[in-house]
Structures are given as C-alpha cells and as structure tokens.
C-alpha cells in the first residue's frame, strides 16, 4: 500500500503545491532578521500610541520631528477582521474540495472492487489521478489560506516591534529634551535650532533602526509573493488537469466516441451537438436539469484558445447563462456545463455575493468543478449505452 501522506507522489503539479505548502506552513520565506513568526491579528488593530504622551507635554513643535515615526506605525495598521475572513475563506475552500476528493476515492473503491483486467487498472489510474488532483487543489487552497494569515501575523509582530521602539524613543527622550533644554536656557515650549537638531538627530537614529525591521519585512512579503505566484501557476495547471482528465477516457479516448443516435431528440452532427436552443433543453431534459426557469443565451462568437483553455460559458451579475461554442463539442460536455453554470446560478439566487475580486472568483470556480464532479458521477449513465 502507498504511503498516505504521499498521495502526490508522481503527480507534477500535486507535488509542486505541497513542496510550496510546505515552504509557507514553515516560515521559510520569514526574512531570519524577524525571528520565528508568532503572535495574533490582533496586533494590528491596537490603539496603543506611545506618541501620544508628547502631546501632554505642551511642545507642539516635537510633533513635526516625529512625525517619520509615527508614519511608520501608521503605515503598519491592518484590519484583522478582514484577515481572518480571506484565510477562513480558502480554508473552507480547502476543506470543501479535499473532501469532494476523498468521496471520490471512496466511490472509486466501492464501485471497482469487483472490477478485473487491464481495462479496470486504466479506469482506476484514470480515476485516481482525478483524485490526486483534486487532493493538490485543496492543498493549495490551504496554503493560500496559511499565506493570508502568516502575512497579517508578519506584519502585526513587526508592527509590535515598532511600536516598542518608538515608546523606547519616548522614554530616551523625556530624559534628553529637558538636558538640551536646560542648556539652552529655554523652556518646554520653545525650541532653539540646536534643540531642535538634537531632536531629529535622535528622531533618525530610532528611525533607521524602524527602517531596518521594515526592510525585511517587505524582503519577507516579497518571498512570500513569490511563492503565491508559483501557486496560482499550478493552482491553474491542476484545474487545467482536473478538466482534462474529467472530459477523457483512460485511454485518451472521448467516451462519446461512436456514438451518433438522435432518437433522444439530440440533433447531432458526429459527435458534436448541433448549437441550438433546441438541444440545450433536449439536453437539460435528458439529464434532469431544471432549465424552466433560468435565462441563457448563445455566444457563438466566442471559444478557448486550445485544449486546456476551452471557454464553456459563464453566469452573468444577473443570472443570464451565456454558452459558449466550447460547451457543445460533446453531449457530456454540455451537460456538465449546465450543471456547472446552474450551480453558480443557485448560489447566487442562494443569495452568495457575485464574485467580483479574482480570490473570490477562483473560489466560486473550485466549488463549481467540485459540484459538477459529484453530479457527473451520479448522472453520467444517463449517457446512450456503447
């Protein structure tokens, strides 16, 4: 039997986002200047200001010397909230679609043990590399999630460094000013430029070392994105593999291949479906879609670039379905995009949010493939018998 923590094993791009995952779970893309990544979000939020005492100090005139340090506190606030809510997002993600994986894999046991011969180990390869993929997507959900929220703590730790270093400022120079003072004969209110340069002196020499830990924290978010980067890469080559392992034989085969009866009211020309009205509804019928009540229309306009890149349709802000020319290149093809473009319609009626920003979008995307996996699989024998 395999090893179970290598599920990946001889799967490039499954094998590429563990590696990946690997490197964002244990802070190697932490600049070694920062230590070891700890903390909470709630750091970000806090309303501590060691600067404000110096208001109490009736020497307005400090507020302009200081204000470099003050921009770098600012600058390192965040919205913990929010935070949280992207990284539980792609968890769920995560969890969504490794679980859709692991149905899979128990189906796939259940429904071959009986199975035999050469045919039946292609199928099973087939169907377990399927399942490899869908195992590589969670986990790149997960580690997108474990990104999310390594940056926010990332930032939150320096930012309690920062703030640490100016309340030490503040302390060196409750001791300071009155000395300088003293010795410029003035008081508290009143600066000459000698003070004055005392003050921005001290002021650069606590800056420069604010500036030092914020260099490295953008060096760490610059590793950090890097390695995003790498993960939508195989993010894509996986969805890229999921659809083209779900729309072929173990043999590379189309499983409509043969097969040209129009006796289900399907107008056919080969293998493809004729692009019409007609047929969507004749298809919708056949496979038990509900489309009485949904709105869509043809674009016979546009396609994909290639395989891997074919354009099926797409769920408008409105819940218009537009098919594209893609979609009817086979009758399970159409079919599964119906299933798909209505699973993002009855979330939307559900009342989920459009969604606008790219995380979202790949994440309404990774629920739909999963959805229309389940239902090919519970619904792919209402195919004509070979």
Avoid: C
């Avoid at 099926?312 to 819940?319: D, E, K, L, Q, S």
């Amino acid at each position: 039997m395999a090893d179970p923590a290598q599920w990946f094993s001889g799967l490039g791009p499954a094998e590429d986002a563990a590696e990946i995952a690997d490197g964002i779970r244990n802070g190697s893309w932490v600049d070694v200047s920062l230590g070891t990544l700890g903390g909470t979000l709630d750091t970000l939020a806090m309303a501590v200001d060691p600067l404000g005492s110096l208001t109490a100090w009736g020497a307005g005139w400090l507020m302009e010397h200081v204000r470099p340090l003050r921009e770098a506190l600012d600058w390192l606030a965040g919205d913990p909230g929010e935070i949280a809510t992207q990284a539980a997002t792609w968890r769920n993600v995560s969890e969504a679609v490794a679980d859709a994986g692991q149905r899979h894999a128990s189906d796939l046991r259940a429904n071959t043990a009986e199975w035999f011969g050469a045919t039946a180990d292609a199928y099973r390869v087939h169907a377990a590399e399927q399942t490899a993929a869908m195992e590589g997507i969670a986990v790149v959900s997960g580690a997108i999630a474990s990104a999310v929220e390594g940056a926010g703590l990332l930032v939150g730790m320096v930012r309690e460094i920062v703030r640490d270093l100016i309340a030490q400022f503040v302390a060196t120079l409750a001791v300071r000013l009155p000395q300088w003072l003293a010795m410029e004969g003035v008081t508290l209110g009143l600066a000459t430029p000698a003070v004055a340069s005392q003050v921005a002196s001290l002021v650069s020499t606590w800056a420069n070392r604010i500036r030092k830990f914020i260099g490295s924290l953008l060096t760490s978010l610059r590793r950090l994105s890097g390695m995003l980067d790498a993960l939508t890469g195989v993010l894509q080559r996986l969805q890229n593999l999921l659809r083209r392992l779900s729309r072929t034989g173990p043999t590379g085969a189309h499983p409509e291949a043969g097969l040209f009866r129009e006796g289900d009211g399907i107008v056919r020309n080969g293998v493809r479906i004729i692009m019409n009205e007609k047929n969507v509804m004749a298809v919708a019928k056949k496979f038990g879609i509900d489309m009485r009540d949904v709105r869509f229309s043809l674009d016979k306009i546009r396609r994909g670039s290639g395989e891997g890149k074919e354009f099926y349709g797409v769920t408008m802000p409105n819940g218009e379905i537009k098919l594209a020319r893609d979609a009817f290149i086979s009758e399970e093809q159409l079919a599964r995009t119906l299933a798909h473009e209505r699973f993002h319609l009855d979330e939307l009626r559900a009342g989920r949010a459009f969604p606008w920003k790219e995380a979202a979008r790949a994440a309404a995307e990774v629920r739909a493939y999963a959805h229309e996996e389940r239902w090919w699989q519970a619904n792919k024998h209402l195919l004509d018998a070979e």
